[in-house]
């Protein structure tokens, strides 16, 4: 499985952003799907999560209201919307996939490179 994310970029708070997350490989839509990032200095934390039906889905308090995680199964994609953005919210975004949902990142199995998202004061 390969995982492709982009769509990130340098945003004034208060601003909107979409990031994408492009799959090849094994079957898609056999993956639970999450968001992770990473800022300077800091560990890698949990964003948000997505079943594999997007009906089910899972955030981190902090992103709670503003941002929302969605898949097109068809498409192979899975996005990542980011609406009333803050700089705490600057960070290397990565997305993940992995048979078993999980909200660790140690549990899952493949990763995408990463996307830098800059939120400005």
């Known amino acids: 499985v390969q995982l492709q994310a982009f769509g990130g970029g340098l945003v004034q708070a208060g601003g909107s952003l979409r990031l994408s997350c492009s799959v090849s490989?094994?079957?898609?839509?056999?993956?639970?799907m999450g968001w992770f990032r990473q800022a300077p200095g800091k560990e890698r934390e949990f964003v948000a999560a997505i079943n594999w039906s997007g009906r089910d889905t899972y955030y981190q308090n902090s992103v709670k209201g503003r941002f929302a995680i969605s898949r097109d199964n068809a498409n192979n994609t899975m996005y990542l919307q980011m609406g009333s953005l803050k700089p705490e919210d600057t960070a290397v975004y990565y997305c993940?996939?992995?048979?078993?949902?999980?909200?660790?990142?140690?549990?899952?199995?493949?990763w995408g490179q990463g996307t830098l998202v800059t939120v400005s004061s």
């Open positions: 993940a996939a992995d048979p078993s949902f999980a909200i660790v990142p140690a549990a899952y199995s493949y």
């Open positions: 490989g094994r079957t898609f839509i056999s993956y639970y």
